[in-house]
Nanobody, 122 residues
């Protein structure tokens, strides 16, 4: 089992940057594909991106491609989401999640953090 805790959210102006962190408990962190999702009020949870077990491959949703970067440090049981060129439409609660397989839909991820709020002002 994996427990996940996100941090690093906050208020930022459009065009700015934020770095979210996700700390994982457990000794099996490297077995999991780690994903980031987000959910804005009144909208469905949206896939942001994912990173493979070893960190050698990433995949992003179209809305963030070229602006967001996911990385991980298995030795620290941590995964990160670097967000650049932020837009007001990036405002959402951001969640990290863990899966044993590759996927981009929420139901494919067994473990979730509590989320961290990101607000991008115009």
């Amino acid at each position: 089992q994996v427990q996940l805790v996100e941090s690093g959210g906050g208020l930022v102006q459009a065009g700015g940057s934020l770095r979210l962190s996700c700390a994982a408990s457990g000794r099996t962190f490297s077995r999991y594909v780690m994903g980031w999702f987000r959910q804005a009020p009144g909208k469905e949870r949206e896939f942001v991106g994912r990173i493979t077990w070893s960190g050698d491959s990433t995949f992003y949703g179209d809305s963030v491609k070229g602006r967001f970067t996911i990385s991980r440090e298995n030795a620290k049981n941590a995964v990160y989401l670097q967000m650049n060129s932020l837009k007001p439409e990036d405002t959402a609660v951001y969640y990290c999640a863990a899966s044993l397989g590759l996927g981009s839909i929420p139901s494919g991820y067994a473990y979730w953090g509590q989320g961290t709020q990101v607000v991008v002002s115009s």
